[in-house]
């Protein structure tokens, strides 16, 4: 009865470390469905962690903590979910984001304060009263 007890504890155990990564992964997916800036960030953030794990396995390597074939299962797994990152960071990277489109528009507002010299056609703020190329009064 005892043995039984355990091997259902060792059953639950074994189930939940096999199952955890299933819906760890499932979260991650339903999360980059929509990319927000605040995703965006996360997904910088992300790449970064991932770099700096990759940098502490190659370190763990060279002084001998871990073996290769850990070494190279461990890599192989950390290098493909930078490479899906970096798809996503890119995808990102290619929709119009909202910073561009409020820098054109900063740049319209610029525009809106501008006017042309009637005499030589250069352009000239708005408040000013006399060309700054030629002098004629505005
Ligand atoms: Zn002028």
Wanted: proline share 2%; hydrophobic share 40%; net charge negative.
């Amino acid at each position: 009865m005892i043995i039984t007890f355990i091997e259902l504890m060792l059953l639950t155990v074994v189930l939940f470390i096999v199952a955890y990564p299933l819906f760890a992964a499932r979260t991650v997916a339903n999360a980059g469905a929509v990319i927000t800036e605040s995703g965006y960030t996360d997904l910088l953030y992300r790449k970064e962690s991932l770099y700096i794990a990759i940098k502490d396995l190659d370190f763990d390597y060279k002084t001998g903590k871990i073996d290769d074939d850990d070494y190279k299962a461990m890599k192989a797994g950390l290098e493909s979910d930078a490479l899906e990152l970096l798809g996503r960071i890119d995808n990102y990277e290619k929709q119009p984001s909202p910073e561009i489109s409020s820098g054109s528009s900063a740049a319209s507002r610029k525009k809106r304060n501008t006017i042309f010299c009637h005499e030589c056609g250069a352009s000239i703020q708005k408040s000013h009263k006399f060309c700054s190329e030629c002098g004629t009064r505005i």
